[in-house]
């Protein structure tokens, strides 16, 4: 029986808890939609680069839930 991990299993339990914590972090932050959007967008393509995933799709997501979570609850995102 081995003791080294696959790296894919590695992959799951570390790399994307901490990928979702930095998104959560970063995604209440923006005082104007474009300050959202971008914001959003930076933390979406860390996060998507991180994860092995496609940076601009990170980015197009994180930019678009960022502002529609900031915009759905403005109390949130201070």
Do not use: W
Not at 25 to 37: F, H, M, R, T
Not at 46 to 64: D, E, F, Q, R
Request: positive net charge; charged residues 10%.
């Amino acid at each position: 029986m081995s003791l080294q991990r696959a790296p894919r299993e590695i992959h799951a339990k570390v790399v994307y808890p901490l990928a979702f914590l930095a998104l959560a972090g970063l995604s209440a932050c923006g005082d104007s939609v474009p300050e959202q959007a971008l914001l959003g967008g930076g933390a979406g393509a860390v996060t998507g680069a991180v994860v092995g995933g496609s940076v601009l799709t990170g980015a197009a997501v994180g930019a678009a839930g960022n502002v529609v979570y900031c915009q759905a609850y403005p109390g949130r995102c201070r």
